[in-house]
């Protein structure tokens, strides 16, 4: 079964500062990895999804990279913002199970003025 | 603005009662998802349903029940056999078709407190 895991539960940054997200998972048959991020009480909001057949991908000040081979994905948010501050979730398809996505517990960013 | 609406955003209820959470889109997405979030974990898919009127238990069915009669639509029932369902319960949809290529779009989410 795949398992998604997300490490440092929680990170504190100044503002400013590039954040490095890691994500790794243990099937690398997969179809795409997803990064969402969640506000306190809110849903999901996706940021990135990357392809399987795709080493990377940018949106503004998010960049994610993906390695199938080792199981990892990260995330780099450049020079960030209070705004910023959320949990950032990592979720997989894999090729067994389409249509559903295994998640990771998330990272708890917070970036300080 | 197409989305996905969830009711209510709060609902307390009582041990041995039945809940019902609504899930509402008009995206025309052929996919809808139910997940459940506990403090501190990532989220747990509960069930699906790729098309109307069929759908699949995830990880997490028992206690739980769904219908799929309307594409826009896709109801979860909290029943009295869920052991512990005070949670934060999200709905998600995408197109079917590429799987590859698919985002998830998720609901505001519903909070389920039993008292």
């Known amino acids: 079964k795949q398992e998604v895991t997300q490490i440092p539960a929680a990170l504190s940054v100044p503002e400013g500062e590039n954040l490095v997200l890691n994500c790794s998972f243990t099937?690398?048959?997969?179809?795409?990895l997803q990064w969402f991020r969640q506000d306190p009480g809110k849903g999901l909001t996706s940021l990135l999804l990357?392809?399987?057949?795709?080493r990377e991908q940018t949106s503004g000040r998010l960049n994610a990279s993906l390695d199938k081979s080792s199981g990892r994905s990260t995330l780099y948010i450049a020079a960030s913002q209070p705004g910023d501050s959320a949990t950032y979730l990592c979720a997989v398809m894999t090729t067994d199970s389409w249509g559903k996505l295994q998640f990771g517990a998330g990272t708890q960013v917070v970036v300080t003025p | 603005d197409g989305g996905i609406t969830q009711s209510p955003k709060y609902l307390f209820r009582k041990e041995g009662q039945n809940v019902t959470l609504s899930c509402e889109q008009n995206l025309n997405h052929d996919a809808m998802y139910w997940y459940r979030q506990d403090p501190g974990q990532g989220l747990r898919l509960i069930y699906y349903s790729q098309i109307v009127n069929d759908f699949q238990k995830g990880d997490i069915a028992e206690g739980y029940s769904v219908s799929r009669e309307k594409k826009e639509s896709f109801p979860l029932t909290v029943t009295s056999a869920q052991k512990n369902p005070t949670a934060f319960y999200l709905c998600?949809?995408?197109?079917?078709?590429?799987?590859?290529?698919?985002?998830?779009?998720f609901g505001a989410g519903s909070r389920l407190t039993v008292l």
């Open positions: 998600a949809s995408t197109r079917a078709g590429d799987a590859g290529a698919n985002v998830l779009t």
């Open positions: 099937d690398s048959a997969i179809y795409n």
């Open positions: 990357i392809q399987s057949s795709q």
